[in-house]
């Protein structure tokens, strides 16, 4: 088990990069924290995977250096690095057992017969194959192998950290949700410092403690889920997490008022008289959607019913807003107002956000 | 399963093929058939002997050394190739410049014609004139493939496994650009040795190309004719006889039809019969698995 930390990392597949559009990584300072789970979110090639191979030593990196506690390891081979990785699609040894495929690892680091025996027994409860423990690996279906590569990658006890490269990829959905509580229970239980990469959101929030948000080779934010959803450090978060996603307006800030297209919106905290591109991001959970009174004038598009709420398709001057409605709420037809609660109401520039002078309370009653 | 319905007149669809494999293979076998349940003294009159030519093949001293010899050299052969295709397969480069080039060099022995590859080697090994001969010969090594039997044999072999190894070569790394790189991957992270890379991920996933490659090896090299005719013309003696030159010889040289006939149908099905066996147990390994 060990603290990693990336120093000053960069990555680039091209033998000689130019410019940052060339690296799939870009310069990054980073500490994992001994013990700790963490998500890896971002959309498909946003880097993930580079540097979830960086930290396990399948690739070097172009720059940068990476320790595991305060011993450097970045020119070290990935068996030296005692780490264990699961990889998106299964990767089983065809001609062996399942019981062998577990105690591969193991075996191939010289453990005694007594401590396999009860590992690879202990493994095979947990993903729920001891009764398949003496079948032939090949003849399974992609989720059995799949959670027969977790197991893999679970059964030594002592590795410095566990990856995981979108491991469930393959899973059936019930599956899915079983194993993720089964991470999750082994992660309390051993505390491995984990890593696990993913492009889904509920994925992500569900298994960390700390979730860290990729965007074009570059982390744009790292926090608990919490803060993602209520403090997106960059409009990139604001989109990706979320569902529907984040509103952002174009709008005018001075001091704790916006003005978007002539309509005032009270912020709640100063923010000064930001210069550049300024916009407000208020996620539809904290936006109402009401007949008369004050607040931005739109149109209503449509109205999905997802279920536990309704969420409202606005328009307005051709920028969609999105807002939700409890479940039974009167819905106004064609036209109304939206109005923001200003304890949801972020300001950004340049895409990323402006924090507020005076430090206003979060919905949560936190700083931000 | 879907349950598909049973449509016998969809046979009828077969005939055309049926009559065209009857026309080139079928009835030309059959004069063979013919052939080896009758004798004749001459002027084209024949009478039934039955199985007499059969077991007169079965029991032929001459049959059984042809077929010891030609078992020794199939199993040489195999023995060298095939472990020898892999091993070069493994160290072929993955991609790029190289690796095409590695392909297309190793391509070339497949594409020369076998008499040609006997002509090559007839003079290759040549005392007087050949390259290796009269290199051997000035380092003082005893080298005459025309009179030494064991020499006749180095050079066969030798010149089978320059024809045929490419092609386990090629089928082996066919078989290997297939392994996604997550396994190595996966190899890598469980600490697992290069040979535990080989025995557990390469060799499984070759299982299926090497087994074609055997087959054809087995098949071809239990045929082969041309070359060791024309390098040695089955000499020093009966030494590189094998049952094709020995067959030939007693069809067409000695004009023994009824003997030979029941020899090449013979011959015919100890190879479609060994084919057969080694097919199906490999298969089965495979269900055994599932």
Known sequence: ?368 | MMEKPVYHKAWLLVLPMLALVCFSAIVPLMTVVNYSVQDTFGQNNFFWAGLAWFTETLASERVHGALGRQALFTGLILAIEVPLGIFVALNMPKKGFWSTFCLVAMSLPLLIPWNVVGTIWQIFGRVDIGLLGWTLDHLGVDYNYTRDTLDAWITLVLMDVWHWTSLVALLAFAGLKSIPDAYYQAAKIDQASRWKVFRYIELPKMRGVLTIAILLRFMDSFKIYTEPFVVTGGGPGNATTFLSIDLVKMALGQFNLGSAAAYSIVYFLIILSVSWVFYTVMINMDKKGT
């Open chain 1, 1 to 368: 088990m060990a603290k990693i930390t990336l120093s000053n990392l960069a990555h680039s597949y091209l033998p000689d990069p130019q410019g940052p559009e060339d690296y799939a990584l870009k310069e990054l300072d980073h500490v994992w924290e001994d013990g700790r789970a963490y998500a890896l979110l971002g959309p498909s090639g946003c880097g993930k995977t580079t540097l979830l191979n960086i930290i396990s030593g399948l690739l070097t990196p172009s720059q940068g250096r990476i320790l595991f506690n305060d011993e450097d390891v970045t020119d070290k081979a990935t068996a030296t690095r005692n780490i264990a990785q699961v990889f998106q699609f299964p990767v089983v040894y065809d001609t062996m057992s399942v019981r062998d495929n577990l105690a591969f690892p193991l075996r191939n680091r010289g453990a005694a017969a007594s401590h396999v025996r009860e590992r690879v027994s202990a493994i095979a409860k947990m993903i729920g194959m001891e009764h398949d423990l003496d079948r032939r690996a090949s003849g399974l279906t992609a989720d059995s192998k799949q959670k027969i590569s977790l197991g893999r990658g679970m059964v030594r006890g002592d590795v410095n950290a566990i990856l995981f490269d979108e491991p469930l990829t393959v899973i059936d959905p019930h599956m899915k949700w079983e194993l993720r509580t089964q991470l999750k229970s082994l992660h309390r239980e051993f505390g491995h410092t984990m890593i696990y990469v993913t492009h889904d959101q509920t994925e992500a929030l569900t298994f960390a403690d700390e979730v860290v948000v990729m965007h074009e080779g570059r982390v744009v934010q790292m926090g608990t889920p919490e803060e993602l959803f209520e403090r997106p450090a960059h409009t990139f978060v604001g989109y990706f997490i979320g569902s529907p996603g984040m509103n952002f307006l174009d709008a005018h800030v001075k001091g704790a008022k916006a003005s978007v297209d002539g309509t005032e919106i009270d912020l709640g905290a100063d923010y000064g008289e930001p210069a550049g591109r300024v916009r407000i991001g208020v996620r539809p959970e904290f936006v109402t959607y009401h007949a008369g009174g004050s607040g931005l004038p739109v149109h209503l598009r449509r109205v999905e019913d997802v279920g536990r709420h309704k969420v409202l398709r606005t328009d307005f001057f051709g920028n969609e807003l999105n807002a939700l409605a409890p479940e039974g709420a009167e819905v106004p037809a064609d036209s109304g107002r939206l109005s923001f609660d200003p304890r949801g109401i972020n300001v950004y520039v340049d895409d990323w956000r402006l924090a507020p002078r005076d430090a206003a309370p979060g919905p949560s009653g936190r700083a931000a």
